[in-house]
């Protein structure tokens, strides 16, 4: 069974940065595409916003909103994926998720952008 957690959430300020991380079992990790959504207060489950994507080779692709301030890493070796974001505003705040391609979510972890 495919399990995904979520960890480094917590209270950033306005203008910084953050790195999120996601330890992945259960799969091949070198084998897995692994996204990561962000859900903001208030909105439903269904409208979680596309962060970026770790393709296997290693490749990424970002959402809109975070394009230019996002990094997206991998490391094999420990089964963990990472998610760096810069110049953090209020609208970053939300619970980020890592997800498996189709269905398979972490429990999330919450980030507060607020000074």
């Known amino acids: 069974q495919v399990q995904l957690v979520e960890s480094g959430g917590g209270l950033v300020k306005p203008g910084g940065s953050l790195t999120l991380s996601c330890v992945v079992s259960?799969?091949?990790?070198?084998?897995?595409?692994l996204r990561w959504y962000r859900q903001a207060p208030g909105t439903p489950e269904n409208d979680r916003e596309l962060?970026?994507?770790?393709?296997?080779?290693?490749?990424?692709l970002y959402g809109q909103a975070v394009e230019g301030r996002c990094t997206i890493s991998r490391d094999n070796a420990a089964n963990t994926v990472y998610l760096q974001l810069h110049n953090l505003g209020p609208q970053d705040t939300a619970v980020y998720y890592c997800?498996?391609?189709?269905?398979?979510w972490g429990q999330g972890t919450e980030v507060t952008v607020s000074s």
């Open positions: 997800n498996e391609p189709p269905n398979t």
């Open positions: 259960g799969t091949t990790f070198s084998m897995t595409v």
């Open positions: 962060v970026g994507v770790s393709f296997r080779d290693g490749s990424t």
